[in-house]
């Protein structure tokens, strides 16, 4: 499996950016995309899955300004980053997993990260 973040960069506070997911490799079709973010000297945060359903879910921190969403043409999953805050600066990661029953269970596949810095 194989997983490659994209689509990091400077933003200002309010900005949006789009991150992608693009994925290879799946043995099939039915995993979730999770995406997590890390901030310098905190750990891994879970903040969006995005389920094979093609339903998604959010982390509080999250909810209302980002938003998933899935190509398969592309084998690419997007994550929309809107209304951006300081504190949304973190490298940002992907990862093949599964929900069950409310929780989600992440493989070991990860991309490489990209990173996002919002600052004025």
């Known amino acids: 499996v194989q997983l490659v973040e994209s689509g990091g960069g400077w933003v200002q506070p309010g900005g949006s950016l789009r991150l992608s997911c693009r994925y290879s490799g799946l043995p099939f079709s039915g995993y979730d995309i999770g995406w997590f973010r890390q901030a310098p000297g905190k750990s891994r945060e879970r903040i969006a899955v995005h389920e094979a359903t093609g339903t998604s879910y959010y982390a509080d921190s999250v909810k209302g300004r980002f938003s998933t969403s899935k190509d398969d043409a592309k084998n690419t999953v997007y994550l929309q980053m809107n209304n951006l805050k300081p504190e949304d600066t973190a490298v940002y990661y992907c990862?093949?997993?599964?929900?069950?029953?409310?929780?989600?269970?992440?493989?070991?596949?990860w991309g490489q990260g990209t990173q996002v810095t919002v600052s004025s």
């Open positions: 990862n093949t997993g599964t929900t069950y029953r409310g929780t989600y269970y992440g493989t070991d596949s």
